[in-house]
């Protein structure tokens, strides 16, 4: 029996691992022939490589007809120990396969002979995949899971399967009939652009169904015999999973759609022509854990065969080879209220600018509301929202003057206009002049005076005002918010007329609405509140979901946001801002004492400020804060409205971009959303 000689190389791809080496007795052809083979495993190309027992080009023929169910996938090859004896080899092939997101792994056995000088392949079937012969093919088979609800407070589903119709054009059903007429009356029906559509059908096989639309079938107006009448127009049944309606806190929650081309290329296998995946908001951000994994088979099968002859067969003719179980997606737990979620986007309905309104609950930090109006244009301006915010700022003022000694009884004075470093600012149009003068830090609070919070700027430092935000949750981390969010921005140095700025709330400090009710939550807690949306953020064990994450920076907002000026102020500089602070910790605590000082000064904006109007609010007494910030460069210039409120364990904010005053645009509608809180 002559010597064996051991040669060991790896293929991953389309790349050797090592190299073999070469024998001294000439025989390192067959190093060649089992890259070559390899090789053209994993590029499932084996045109050039040699074999015995078959032509080339039909082995290669063979070769796609075997694996073509699994196109557009390629296979990783990984050669092992090639044991050579005088004129034979044989090698052992590892192949995995990424099918459906699991990886299916096994090994075949490839024989080489030498003929004359060239080592070929001996040609058998199961070198492709185990014991295939040569009638069988491979096929795949997937279960997709339903895709899991997102709940709201008390596990009420907000985003649910809901039956639709898809509404369209089955060419097979047209028989004789004009498809461009069908297309057309069917869009005139449905409201879809009719060119567009018609062009559609005219360009889709004989075979197809051409979709104009889905609508829910719950409280559709469009009935089955007005689609009938249309030649070849169908409703078929369907179910998607959808929110209650179709704004319901769509920039939060996201929604779901088929997979694009680019989201089925990033997803590693995971997604496939056909799928849906989440797009924006918790949808995408949670949507391997909500959409579970896909049930895997991949069989091997004599193509051809009938139905009946098919299952005269054991398993229908089918031989397992690989199988992964289905997984059902993990729903996911929020803390929306479904009422006041839907009673934020009433009171929003009819708002032009973009807007938005947050309410959480002060005690536990849960988010009950977080709307964002229609103007928002599909923008998370609730919680992403980079604004100004004006005077609700000198909330984190008062708090500063009050750690520096200051009480709410003290005096400070609120002249008629104030200069800083050559410029002038001054306080609202309308601001009454019994409040000018020496006042208390109360009623300077109560009717909003700029010029007095602007005067203690020497008191308070812009490093001051930056941990004292923090103070009351702003510009720190949510570690329990469960999604993406911006929480405040406050630069910890500036100077002259950008420090005097920053007091009322202008220069580059930035909130969003969520991180403005977060402030207004932190003085009724009487402690730092920090938000949460999602309660049950970690995903089961091999999703691969990460736990939510908050941010301080976000993608950029809206123009307004990033050109904020200084409010009321006679030709201030006008200050840009569209970088962020990273979080920082939350510094000294609120304590319940200076909570309480500051809830003092929020009620006397409506015992004695200028939002009386929320007196009449039933229930708890209301306090409250109102804001105007100014941006851009018109003459005048435009302004963010704002209000924040506590009313008992309730504490909301209200935000229109381009609104006025605080007190006329975001007031009525804090109102009517407290009101109808209850």
Same mark, same amino acid.
Not at 342 to 347: I, R, S
């Given at each position: ?37 390899? *090789?053209?495993? *994993? ?514 907002? *809206? ?10 102020? *006679? ?108």
């Amino acid at each position: 029996m002559g010597k064996k000689h051991i040669l060991t190389f790896g293929l991953t791809g389309l790349v050797l691992a090592a190299s073999l080496v070469a024998c001294d007795d000439g025989r390192s052809g067959a190093q060649d022939a089992a890259n070559k083979l390899a *090789s053209g495993l *994993s590029a499932l190309d084996v045109g050039a490589v040699p074999f015995q027992g078959k032509d080339s080009s039909a082995a290669n023929d063979r070769l796609h007809e075997a694996f073509k169910a699994l196109e557009p996938a390629k296979p990783t090859v990984h050669g092992g120990d090639l044991t050579v004896d005088k004129d034979t080899a044989t090698l052992p092939l590892d192949i995995s396969w990424t099918i459906g997101g699991s990886e299916w792994k096994y090994t075949v056995s490839a024989q080489l002979k030498k003929a004359g000088d060239t080592w070929q392949t001996v040609w058998k079937p199961d070198l492709l995949a185990p014991g295939l012969t040569d009638t069988e093919v491979l096929a795949t088979s997937t279960q997709s899971p339903q895709r899991a609800d997102i709940l709201g407070a008390g596990d009420v589903p907000l985003v649910t399967s809901r039956a639709v119709v898809n509404v369209g054009i089955d060419k097979p059903a047209l028989g004789g009939a004009d498809p461009a007429a069908s297309a057309a009356k069917l869009a005139a029906l449905v409201g879809v652009d009719p060119a567009g559509y018609t062009q559609q059908v005219q360009a889709a096989g004989p075979q197809a169904f051409v979709a104009a639309i889905t609508l829910r079938q719950d409280g559709r107006t469009i009935t089955d015999e007005q689609i009938g009448a249309i030649p070849g127009a169908r409703a078929i049944a369907d179910a998607l999973p959808l929110a209650p309606t179709r704004t319901f806190a769509r920039a939060v929650l996201g929604s779901v759609a088929e997979a694009s081309a680019e989201q089925i290329e990033k997803s590693g296998g995971a997604l496939k022509s056909g799928d849906s995946t989440g797009t924006g908001g918790l949808q995408q951000q949670y949507d391997a854990r909500l959409r579970g994994t896909d049930g895997v088979q991949v069989f091997a099968q004599v193509p051809g065969l009938t139905p009946e002859q098919r299952q005269a067969q054991p398993n229908a003719g089918r031989r397992m080879l690989f199988q992964v179980a289905m997984k059902p997606g993990a729903p996911l737990k929020t803390t929306l209220d479904p009422k006041l979620q839907q009673l934020a986007e009433d009171t929003l309905a009819k708002v032009g600018p973009a807007s938005a309104i947050v309410a959480l609950r002060p005690s536990s930090g849960a988010v009950l509301a977080a709307a964002s109006g229609p103007g928002s244009n599909g923008y998370d301006t609730a919680m992403l929202g980079q604004y100004a915010p004006g005077s609700i700022f000198k909330i984190v003022d008062s708090l500063a003057l009050i750690r520096g000694g200051m009480t709410p009884d003290s005096k400070v004075d609120c002249p008629a206009t104030l200069e800083v470093d050559g410029r002038t600012f001054k306080n609202a149009e309308g601001y009454p002049a019994s409040s000018l003068g020496s006042v208390a830090l109360r009623d300077a609070f109560a009717h909003s005076c700029n010029t007095a919070f602007i005067n203690a700027r020497d008191k308070v430092s812009q490093a001051q005002l930056e941990s004292t935000a923090a103070s009351l949750g702003v510009g720190v981390d949510a570690p329990k918010l469960g999604a993406a969010a911006f929480l405040g921005s406050v630069p910890g140095q500036a100077g002259g007329t950008e420090h005097a700025a920053s007091m009322i709330g202008q220069g580059k400090v930035l909130l969003s609405p969520l991180v403005a009710a977060v402030m207004a939550g932190s003085v009724a807690k009487g402690a730092p509140v920090s938000p949460v949306l999602v309660t049950n953020p970690d995903a089961p064990a091999g999703t691969g979901t990460p736990s939510g994450t908050t941010s301080t920076a976000t993608g950029s907002a *809206s123009p307004a946001a990033t050109a904020a000026s200084s409010a009321s102020a *006679s030709g201030s500089p006008g200050a840009t801002s569209s970088a962020t602070a990273a979080p920082t910790a939350s510094g000294t605590p609120l304590t319940p004492a200076e909570a309480a000082s500051l809830a003092d000064m929020m009620r006397a904006v409506i015992t004695s400020g200028h939002a009386g109007f929320l007196a009449s609010v039933p229930g708890a007494p209301v306090g409250a804060k109102t804001g105007t910030a100014e941006f851009g460069s018109d003459n005048p210039p435009k302004t963010h409205a704002w209000i924040v409120a506590t009313h008992g364990d309730l504490a909301v904010a209200v935000f229109v971009e381009d609104g006025g005053l605080g007190a006329t645009t975001s007031g009525p509608l804090l109102k009517e959303f407290l009101t109808g809180a209850g």
